[in-house]
């Protein structure tokens, strides 16, 4: 099949290396697409490969002919990417979130319906053993019918400083944490439970983060872009001179598009929270407590499943706490979505443990595979090139499951907004959001 990439930043690279890699035999890359000609140059060099290149899908939808496109632009692009693609006759694959609002979600819906084409919104959590684990404990009804869920998710002054200093740090670009990192995890409890989103009430706030918060802490006379050297390292300030992928990527193709990778998480422009909790209730009666931080000193995430028989709890950390010794984080800011991956690949810990009523706690072993993800993302890609096929745990996922997680994310940002708690139907996504028989 012949294949697109659209959007050459830093997820792009495990997509690219698959379609001239481990998935050459079923994917030929025949194009790209970035607004930006230097990344374009960086990853065409990086895979040794002579492709045609275009500023925009359009232009490459106009002057080839593909089977499939792969988006990995930001977030606010999904949707007129995925409706131009599918438009021109060609099935899509795109990172999470499959957009960050209502409005581009019916859109992409009604030309789904228009077209007949398809749209694959990539989980590779679910692929993770550890998430796996718990989906098979749920499913094979060791706890019983679920009754509730509560699910810790803490990002570390490391990864998730990032997301204040890129563009996701705009409500308006990425729909806030609640749509662009929680999509992950409210796709994992719909898939865990197999229970459909009904009803969302939500809070959250900028509380850490931001030139608020900077002056109000006395972080002022915050020192300049690009002026920090290792020896006087400010923690929450970025330099991608140290790190050869962000360099190659964004540092040295700035004057390109103008955009800046390492803004500083204390200066203004912020628009998302960075510490929110949502109620979700579900289709079965039952109910989710969800928390986000985005400013812990460690990073992972704890998640409890009780039943009518029992209870699950998966306790995981990905990198334990970001010291610093004489300035210096131990865990670099600077680290790429690459070497972030690659240490949730390798968790300091990982806990599952299953307490049936008036029995012993049982720990259930996880079985984890090389690479990123415990070998979650090979599986993933193998999924979405090959095709997915003999899975008990249905870990690939389609168009609706992209809605069912965006759909609490935008809910939530909705009720953050107004107050009030938000019917998921009452947005209209225009979806059917049941789960297949």
Not at 6 to 25: F, I
Not at 207 to 215: K, M, Q, T, V
Not at 370 to 390: E, I, N, P, Q, T
Request: hydrophobic share 40%.
């Amino acid at each position: 099949m012949r294949y697109a990439i659209v959007g050459l930043g830093s997820r792009a690279q495990m997509y690219l290396d698959a379609c001239v890699g481990a998935h050459r035999d079923v994917a030929e890359l025949v194009a790209v697409a970035d607004v930006n000609r230097g990344r374009i140059g960086h990853h065409l060099r990086r895979i040794g490969a002579d492709l045609p290149a275009y500023a925009s899908v359009e232009e490459l939808l106009a002057a080839q002919t593909v089977d499939r496109v792969i988006v990995t632009t930001p977030d606010y692009t999904h949707a007129s990417i995925v409706i131009a693609a599918l438009e021109a006759g060609a099935d899509v694959i795109v990172e999470k979130p499959l957009t960050i609002d209502a409005d581009s979600c019916r859109d992409i819906a009604a030309t789904i319906e228009k077209t007949g084409k398809s749209v694959t919104v990539t989980f590779n959590y679910r692929y993770s053993p550890r998430n796996s684990a718990l989906r098979e404990v749920i499913a094979a009804g060791q706890i019983g019918k679920v009754t509730s869920v509560h699910f810790e998710w803490v990002l570390d002054t490391a990864h998730g400083a990032d997301y204040y200093r890129r563009w996701h740090r705009e409500k308006a670009k990425s729909g806030g944490l609640l749509v662009h990192k929680a999509s992950h995890h409210f796709d994992l409890v719909n898939w865990w439970i197999h229970d459909i989103p009904t009803r969302v009430y939500a809070s959250g706030g900028l509380r850490f983060y931001g030139s608020e918060n900077a002056s109000a802490r006395g972080l002022v006379d915050r020192p300049p872009r690009g002026s920090i050297d290792v020896a006087s390292r400010d923690p929450f300030m970025l330099d991608m001179r140290e790190n050869p992928t962000l360099k190659a990527l964004y540092l040295d193709n700035e004057s390109y598009d103008g955009y800046l990778r390492d803004q500083d998480v204390f200066a203004p422009g912020i628009t998302i929270e960075d510490n929110m909790s949502v109620i979700v209730d579900y289709a079965s009666g039952a109910t989710m407590s969800y928390s986000l931080n985005s400013h812990s000193p460690w990073e992972g995430y704890v998640v409890s499943v009780n039943g009518t028989e029992g209870r699950a709890e998966l306790t995981v950390v990905e990198r334990g706490a970001v010291l610093a010794d004489s300035g210096r984080p131990v865990v670099d800011p600077s680290a790429s979505p690459e070497m972030v991956a690659a240490t949730e690949s390798r968790p300091q810990s990982e806990k599952l443990v299953v307490q049936r009523h008036w029995q012993a706690a049982q720990e259930v072993p996880i079985t984890g595979g090389d690479g990123a993800h415990g070998g979650g993302d090979a599986k993933l890609l193998r999924d979405v090139f090959v095709g997915a096929s003999g899975d008990p745990l249905s870990r690939a996922s389609d168009y609706r499951d992209g809605v069912r997680s965006i759909a609490v994310g935008i809910a939530a940002n909705t009720s953050i907004a107004t107050g009030h708690p938000i019917t998921i139907a009452d947005l209209d996504l225009r979806t059917d959001l049941s789960w297949p028989t």
